[in-house]
Each structure stands twice: as C-alpha cells, then as structure tokens.
T-cell receptor, first 115, second 109 residues
Framework: EAEVAQSPRYKITEKSQAVAFWCDPISGHATLYWYRQILGQGPELLVQFQDESVVDDSQLPKDRFSAERLKGVDSTLKIQPAELGDSAMYLC?????????????FGPGTRLTVL | GQNIDQPTEMTATEGAIVQINCTYQTSGFNGLFWYQQHAGEAPTFLSYNVLDGLEEKGRFSSFLSRSKGYSYLLLKELQMKDSASYLCAALDSNYQLIWGAGTKLIIKP
C-alpha cells in the first residue's frame, strides 16, 4: 500500500536555528498539504499545493516559514529562525485531486522540539 | 465562523460500545471525515459521509445528519488498541477540511 513519506521523524533544535522537513506524497497525488498539530488540538493547515503551485498559504507565518514543491512531487517546509512556540508535530498529507472530496492520507509526521 | 465541537475525552470498557459525537458549523458542506490518531502518530482515515444515514465498516460505523449538523462515530466490541484520539473534520464549500480538536478515548479492561 502506497504511503506518504516524511523525514526526519524527530528533530531537536535550538531557537534561532533553521530546520527543514521533507515530504514525499503518494505517487500520483497532485495535492499536498502541510499541517501543524499541537498536542490536544486538531491539525492546522499551513500550506496547500496543487502540483507545484501554492493554493492556500493564508495560515503560513511567512516571516519565518517557507514551503516549496518545485517539481510538483516532493516538498520541503523550512523554518528560519525557529522559535520556542514552533514545537509541534508537522504533518504532511496528500490527496489525488484538489477541490474534491478525495481523502487526505497522512505521513508519519515530524516531531519538532525547539529548546 | 466555522466550528467543530466534539467531547475532549471519553472512557469506555473493553468489549463495550461507545459513541463519539461531533457537531459542525461550516460555510457550505461537502462531507464529514473521521480519523483515528494514536498518541505520537499521524491521523489515519476511518470514514467519510456526505449523505444522511449510517455507514458501517466492520466494528466502526459513522452516522451523518446534514439538517442537524451532526455526526457520530460508533465503535463496537471495543479493544484496547482502540485507545486513541478520534478527529472529526468537515469539508467546507471550498473543499477545505475544518478540524475538531479530537476526542481522546480511553479503554479500560
């Protein structure tokens, strides 16, 4: 069964450092999502891609966060500089289409701890 | 505004039945998803409802009432491995998922 891949699984960094997360969606899935999830809360959408284009980044803190999906396949989410409040689980998900009822499938996530 | 409400925590006994409720208010509606999330892991898809009624899938069933803005997830023959958080998410008119905070289900022997 195809899966969404993410790395690293865990990341510990000091505040003001740069961190990057990688995601490889299920093959053939055109839509890719980055979410942030704080313990005890539901996922919060940071950015949504349709192929290589950003569809929605309204909740992305653009002063420190950036995301790209250059070839419309895998994607990188970067934080620079990291702050204490960025400690959370960062989830990547993919779905076949955009603006559809297609199910989103999640990768295992990256647990970020900022010290 | 858009909102999803579900209980924060529920406790049930192994072998019993539990119903997790979810109410939603969204701008438009294109269906409702339930996901299971074990501690420290990613959400996994359980069910999708867009029409009124009950959808059964093994030990898990999901119900939707569009007129009431209400859904529930029914878990039968509870097993210890069902201890997890259950996330309700509604798809709005822009096909964006609006997520609840999740219901932590604790199963006791």
């Amino acid at each position: 069964e195809a899966e969404v891949a993410q790395s690293p699984r865990y990341k510990i960094t000091e505040k003001s450092q740069a961190v990057a997360f990688w995601c490889d969606p299920i093959s053939g899935h055109a839509t890719l999502y980055w979410y942030r999830q704080i313990l005890g809360q539901g996922p919060e959408l940071l950015v949504q891609f349709q192929d290589e284009s950003v569809v929605d980044d309204s909740q992305l803190p653009k002063d420190r966060f950036s995301a790209e999906r250059l070839k419309g396949v895998d994607s990188t989410l970067k934080i620079q500089p990291a702050e204490l409040g960025d400690s959370a689980m960062y989830l990547c998900a993919s779905s076949r289409g955009q603006a559809t009822t297609d199910t989103q499938y999640f990768g295992p996530g990256t647990r970020l701890t900022v010290l | 505004g858009q909102n999803i409400d579900q209980p924060t925590e529920m406790t049930a006994t192994e072998g019993a039945i539990v119903q997790i409720n979810c109410t939603y208010q969204t701008s438009g509606f294109n269906g409702l998803f339930w996901y299971q999330q074990h501690a420290g892991e990613a959400p996994t898809f359980l069910s999708y409802n867009v029409l009124d009624g009950l959808e059964e899938k093994g030990r898990f069933s999901s119900f939707l009432s569009r007129s009431k803005g209400y859904s529930y997830l029914l878990l039968k023959e509870l097993q210890m491995k069902d201890s997890a958080s259950y996330l309700c998410a509604a798809l709005d008119s822009n096909y964006q998922l609006i997520w609840g905070a999740g219901t932590k289900l604790i199963i006791k022997p």
